[in-house]
Nanobody
C-alpha cells in the first residue's frame, strides 16, 4: 500500500521552530516533486511549499517565505519542512503529497497537481 507518513508536529509558542518530516512507506518519493500543504480549522487546504525531485528548485507561498524551508534527503526517501518564527496563524494540520508530474514541479501550488496524500501532522502555535 502506497503511503506517505508525516511526523514531527507538536505545540510551540509564537516565535518558535519545528521541523516536520514526510517519509515514503511502500512508495519511493525520491526524485519526485513533493509538496507541503496545510489546513486550519474551518479553512480550506492551502499550499505551503514544494520542491523538485533533485532538490534544486523550491517554491513557497508568500505567507511563509523567509520563515519556512523545504528540503529533502532522497537517500532517506524523506522530505522536510523547517518552520521558524512560527505564528499562531500557522496552526494547522500539515500534509505532504507527491506531485503528479514526476520530478518537475509546476510553478504553482494547488491540490490538483498532487496525489498520494499523507495523514497529516498537527502543528499548534500559541501566542
Amino acid at each position: 500500500q502506497v503511503q506517505l507518513v508525516e511526523s514531527g508536529g507538536g505545540s510551540v509558542q509564537s516565535g518558535g521552530s519545528l521541523k516536520i518530516s514526510c517519509a515514503g512507506a511502500g512508495y519511493t518519493i525520491s526524485f519526485n516533486c513533493m509538496g507541503w500543504f496545510r489546513q486550519a480549522p474551518g479553512k480550506e487546504r492551502e499550499g505551503v511549499a514544494h520542491i523538485d525531485g533533485g532538490g534544486g528548485s523550491t517554491y513557497y507561498v508568500d505567507s511563509v517565505k523567509g520563515r519556512f524551508t523545504i528540503s529533502r534527503d532522497n537517500a532517506k526517501n524523506t522530505v522536510y519542512l523547517q518552520m521558524n518564527s512560527l505564528k499562531p496563524e500557522d496552526t494547522a494540520i500539515y500534509y505532504c503529497a507527491a506531485g503528479r508530474y514526476g520530478s518537475a514541479c509546476p510553478q504553482r501550488l494547488i491540490d490538483a497537481d498532487f496525489y498520494t496524500w499523507g495523514q497529516g501532522t498537527q502543528v499548534t502555535v500559541s501566542s
